[in-house]
Nanobody, 122 residues
Framework: QLQLVESGGGLVQPGGSLRLSCAASGFTLDYHAIGWFRQAPGKEREGVSCISSSNGIISYADSVKGRFTISRDKAKNTMYLQMNSLKPEDTAVYYC???????????????WGKGTLVTVSS
């Protein structure tokens, strides 16, 4: 069964940090574009960060640049999102996703996790 499973969400105070993990099973993340998306209450889902499958180029949404870091561990078939200096506006359900049908992350990725909730509040 092909699946992505996120973990690491929770409640954190403003200025705090969290690391999200996304473990893939049933397929390898190699040769896939991989990324993180989020959906805040009442808002549309947005892309947060992506690693391109063609050249490994990493991209970030302007709102998280300098605070979030995406990475992958090929041996563990897992991707991560390190989130620092968290703000209340980062509160959202975070989803990991993978795409083999193209090099870049797009709204219509091939595989999605079920999401993990991150709440930034004092």
């Amino acid at each position: 069964q092909l699946q992505l499973v996120e973990s690491g969400g929770g409640l954190v105070q403003p200025g705090g940090s969290l690391r999200l993990s996304c473990a893939a099973s049933g397929f390898t993340l190699d040769y896939h574009a991989i990324g993180w998306f989020r959906q805040a209450p009442g808002k549309e889902r947005e892309g947060v960060s992506c690693i391109s499958s063609s050249n490994g180029i990493i991209s970030y949404a302007d709102s998280v640049k300098g605070r979030f870091t995406i990475s992958r561990d090929k041996a563990k078939n897992t991707m991560y999102l390190q989130m620092n200096s968290l703000k209340p506006e980062d509160t959202a359900v975070y989803y990991c996703a993978a795409r083999k049908s193209g090099y870049q992350c797009v709204d219509a990725m091939d595989y999605w996790g079920k999401g993990t909730l991150v709440t930034v509040s004092s």
